[in-house]
């Protein structure tokens, strides 16, 4: 079942994709990461649900990738 915060990780996920601002991709890129791990807590009491989490841990990995390719020293500013 399709509730609103697996819409909502998924909807900021694909803006951050989507975006062609280089100034404004790094902020859609924090955000759409922090509704991932937020619906992550979320989902860690509850059975079921692994689509979702592979989803989620495929769409975490490319954002990682789109960081590294756009902003090389991303996480060494953000630690």
């Known amino acids: 079942m399709m509730t609103y915060e ?3 990780w998924q909807r ?5 994709l989507s975006e ?11 955000r759409a990461e922090a509704a991932i791990r937020s619906r992550l807590k ?5 059975e ?4 979702e989490r592979h989803a989620m841990s495929s769409a ?3 954002l990682s990738v789109l960081k590294s390719e756009h902003f090389p020293g991303w996480n ?3 630690q």
Do not use: F, V
């Not at 280089?22 to 902020?27: F, G, K, R, W, Y």
């Not at 079921?48 to 689509?51: L, T």
């Open 42 to 46: 979320q989902l860690s009491a509850r």
């Open 76 to 78: 060494a500013k953000r």
């Open 20 to 30: 062609r601002d280089p100034e404004a991709l790094p902020a859609d890129i924090a």
């Open 48 to 51: 079921g649900d692994e689509d």
């Open 6 to 8: 697996s819409r909502e």
């Open 12 to 16: 900021l996920y694909r803006k951050a």
């Open 60 to 62: 975490l990995g490319n």
